[in-house]
Nanobody, 126 residues
Framework: QLVESEGGEVQVGDSLSLTCAAS????????MAWFRQAPGKEREYVAG????????YYSDSVKGRFTINRDIEKNMISLQMRNLEPEDTAVYTC?????????????????????WGQGTQVTVSS
């Protein structure tokens, strides 16, 4: 089970953090990721930690502004978002997969993840 914290409405340039608490399996042994979906758009990969070693991966649109972290003791991941832009407005959802290997960069694909949180709205106003 994945439970996300509440998102919210912020202004352009603000920061916001989301958390995702996992139960049933350690986040260290689980491929974890954040996806988002804006109105009228397809779901897109935001950031993730797909491997036990903890390497982080980001989409080009958030690289340098967003940071994903993993807290093994608390069994959760977080997404720190800085310098938010109106284009970041979307429903953000935490995802998990029990696999710890992927072909190439397949971890970017939503189809690789079997467990999903309920999603939380983030709105960035100009």
């Amino acid at each position: 089970q994945l439970v996300e914290s509440e998102g919210g409405e912020v202004q352009v340039g603000d920061s916001l953090s989301l958390t995702c608490a996992a139960s049933g399996r350690s986040v260290k042994d689980t491929a974890m990721a954040w996806f988002r979906q804006a109105p009228g758009k397809e779901r897109e990969y935001v950031a993730g930690i797909p491997y036990p070693a903890g390497s982080r991966y980001y989409s080009d649109s958030v690289k340098g502004r967003f940071t994903i972290n993993r807290d093994i003791e608390k069994n959760m991941i977080s997404l720190q978002m800085r310098n938010l832009e109106p284009e970041d407005t979307a429903v953000y959802t935490c995802a998990a997969s029990p696999r710890n290997w992927f072909t190439g960069s397949a971890y970017f694909q939503s189809s690789q993840y079997e467990f999903w949180g309920q999603g939380t709205q983030v709105t960035v106003s100009s």
